[in-house]
């Protein structure tokens, strides 16, 4: 859809979008240049950038394109803007789960990121969306939690007018169905438990 670029297949259900040429790197680099949020994607992309600029002044390169000036400052994502609904598609889950015994439950959305410097945006997004954020039991990764259905208010408001573009779309309708399903009280009724309970386990395919 940007009009460069290819899609290559990597494994059984993986594709990737790769830029190769000189061209279609030159046009990514003006696309995030200034646009990063993640202060680790932002050092990966400077390394990118410097590299991308020694080779732009090479006299002997085929192709050539303009020094691309390496913006430094990140910006902060909004409600607004489709930021969070990319993010959320690498990265975001949506979890009921019934507990054993009892007529509790618990519903989340939860979206996690490597390296202690990215935590400050998931801090952020707790402005935005509410929920905590954790360390995660994996070392170097922290977790943003939204715990509770009545707390999802946001989440679903964002996720309702910024369609979900992988299969994240389909198990957030599912998610959504679940938690409709325990408003009316269908998780109180042992038969009805039991068929949400089913269906939740089917909101994130493993296959």
């Keep these: 859809m940007l009009g460069f670029g290819s ?26 240049n200034g646009n990063m949020v993640l202060p680790s994607k932002l050092a990966s992309f400077e390394a990118f950038l410097a590299r991308f600029n020694e080779m732009a002044v ?4 085929r192709v050539r394109t303009p020094v691309v000036p390496f913006i430094p400052t990140t910006i902060l994502p909004t409600l607004s803007d ?7 598609d690498a990265e975001g889950c949506f979890t009921c789960s019934f507990l054993t015994g009892v007529t509790a439950y618990r519903f989340r959305f939860m979206i996690a990121q490597k390296w202690a410097i990215n935590a400050p945006i998931l801090e952020h ?3 935005l969306l509410g929920g905590t954020v954790l360390p995660h039991t994996v070392a170097d990764v922290f977790e943003l939690t939204v715990n509770g259905l009545r707390n999802q208010t946001a989440v679903m408001a964002y996720f309702d007018s910024h369609k979900l573009l992988t299969h994240k779309h389909a198990s957030y309708l599912l ?5 409709a399903a325990i408003e009316r009280g269908e998780h109180l009724e042992p038969t009805s438990r039991a068929l949400l309970r089913a269906k939740a386990s089917t909101i994130n395919p493993t296959g």
Aim: charged letters at 15%; a positive charge.
């Design 82 to 88: 489709n930021w969070l609904l990319g993010f959320a």
């Design 7 to 32: 899609v290559a297949r990597q494994g059984k259900n993986t594709h990737r979008y790769v830029c190769n040429s000189r061209l279609d790197c030159f046009l990514i680099a003006l696309i995030f």
């Design 175 to 179: 998610w959504k169905e679940v938690g």
């Design 125 to 127: 997004l707790t402005t």
């Design 58 to 61: 090479n006299p002997g390169a």
